[in-house]
């Protein structure tokens, strides 16, 4: 039977309806009417709680160093990092991921400096611990920053050695554990370092501290800040490899960072992760459900954090609401931790709207 029409009047002239035409008996609108019932059914939550932040230090006393390609990032003198920490701290941000600058002349082919109990980045590492027991520090365990040849591995033979790199990276963790280091985090993506790191620290006496450990990171093209931070680069010679892709992972593989994860988990880590966080988000939904006893971190990448900033800069969006919007999207999809260089401002703009109320 078709449907008979009516024709009803209104402010702007006639308006024809189906009689038939149902009305809608679930209304999701309801529910998004005003911002209490829009809090009241909300789904995912972000805290200063689920924040780390992370900093990078370098050698000097009393300053901090603008990074041009990371608006509002610095590279901390030690003494200035401990400034930068305790404002951290008082925001409820739980812990902070350090990243070393060294000198040029520290560096050489065996990253000899990465293993030096008086170096810049276990002082800093002691530093920041004796002035905050309560905040944590993760520690990164990679050759890059130390390696003359800008790798996160030792370079031999015109490849990276995996396990003469395993020994170095061992060596790296119980250093930084002696040092204070809650969480040690291999972000190095050679095979068998979390079995290699949890053997050595649990020799060393060090059982309490965590692994953290880069699970899968890929190789991506949002990392060039992060790498102009800290210049540790791949160098340009032809004895050296000119990209990481022989160990950190494609971009077009989602299924392999389950077989890292698995790995990662039967050699002993206890905290995996994803890195970057915006392209592959599908990934940290993919290891949540594998593994959802294993906390996940995805770490916002210096890329990610770059553009976000240029674009806010420009006026093309609104910086505060983007930065919202992208870290509860990785929580949605499965993160309980988010390393983001927004840390700071996200949690100063949490504090805001709840004392806004």
């Known amino acids: 039977m078709m449907s008979s029409r009516k024709t009803e009047w209104?402010?702007?002239?006639?308006?024809?309806?189906?009689?038939?035409?149902?009305?809608?008996?679930?209304?999701?609108?309801?529910?998004?009417?005003?911002?209490?019932?829009?809090?009241?059914?909300?789904?995912?939550?972000?805290?200063?709680?689920?924040?780390?932040?992370?900093?990078?230090?370098e050698e000097g006393s009393g300053g901090k160093t603008p990074i041009a390609a990371m608006p509002g990032q610095y590279r901390f003198s030690v003494d200035a990092l401990l400034e930068e920490a305790g404002a951290?701290?008082?925001?409820?941000?739980?812990?902070?991921?350090?990243?070393p600058a060294i000198?040029?002349?520290?560096?050489?082919?065996?990253?000899?400096?990465?293993?030096?109990?008086?170096?810049?980045?276990?002082?800093?590492?002691?530093?920041?611990?004796?002035?905050?027991?309560?905040?944590?520090?993760?520690?990164?365990?990679?050759?890059?920053?130390?390696?003359?040849?800008?790798?996160?591995?030792?370079v031999h033979g015109g490849r990276i050695h995996n396990d003469k790199t395993l020994d170095v990276l061992a060596a790296m963790a119980v250093v930084?554990?002696?040092?204070?280091?809650?969480?040690?985090?291999?972000?190095?993506?050679?095979?068998?370092?979390?079995?290699?790191i949890r053997q050595a620290l649990d020799a060393a006496a060090f059982t309490d501290v965590g692994i953290l450990s880069y699970t899968a990171k890929y190789a991506s093209a949002l990392y060039g800040p992060f790498r102009h931070a800290l210049s540790s680069a791949p160098r340009p010679r032809a004895s050296v490899p000119r990209d990481k892709k022989t160990y950190q992972m494609d971009p077009a593989n989602g299924a392999e960072a389950l077989l890292e994860a698995d790995l990662d988990v039967a050699e002993g880590?206890?905290?995996?992760?994803?890195?970057?966080?915006?392209?592959?988000?599908?990934?940290v939904r993919a290891l949540s459900t594998?593994?959802?006893?294993?906390?996940?971190?995805?770490?916002?990448?210096?890329?990610?954090?770059?553009?976000?900033?240029?674009?806010?800069?420009?006026?093309?969006?609104?910086?505060?609401?983007?930065?919202?919007?992208?870290?509860?999207?990785?929580?949605r999809a499965g993160a309980d931790i988010i390393l983001t260089y927004h840390a700071k401002?996200?949690?100063?703009?949490?504090r805001e709207d709840v004392q806004r109320g």
Not at 10 to 15: C, F, P, R
Not at 269 to 283: F, H, I, N, R, T
Not at 292 to 321: C, D, H, T
């Open 290 to 331: 594998r593994f959802p006893e294993i906390p996940l971190a995805v770490y916002n990448v210096s890329g990610e954090y770059a553009m976000v900033k240029a674009a806010a800069a420009a006026g093309f969006l609104e910086e505060r609401e983007v930065v919202y919007e992208l870290l509860l999207s990785m929580k």
């Open 88 to 99: 951290l701290a008082a925001l409820g941000i739980p812990g902070i991921a350090l990243f």
């Open 103 to 154: 000198s040029e002349d520290l560096k050489n082919a065996t990253a000899s400096h990465a293993v030096d109990p008086d170096g810049l980045y276990p002082r800093a590492i002691r530093a920041v611990k004796e002035a905050f027991p309560d905040l944590l520090v993760v520690t990164d365990v990679a050759l890059d920053p130390y390696s003359s040849d800008g790798h996160d591995g030792i």
């Open 10 to 57: 209104g402010a702007t002239g006639a308006v024809t309806s189906l009689d038939a035409a149902p009305r809608p008996v679930r209304r999701p609108r309801r529910l998004r009417q005003t911002a209490a019932h829009r809090s009241l059914v909300r789904e995912t939550h972000l805290s200063a709680g689920d924040l780390i932040a992370p900093l990078f230090v």
């Open 269 to 283: 880590a206890d905290v995996l992760m994803v890195k970057p966080g915006l392209p592959y988000l599908d990934v």
């Open 176 to 196: 930084q554990a002696r040092a204070g280091a809650d969480f040690v985090a291999p972000s190095d993506m050679m095979d068998g370092r979390v079995a290699a």
């Open 345 to 350: 401002d996200a949690a100063n703009w949490l």
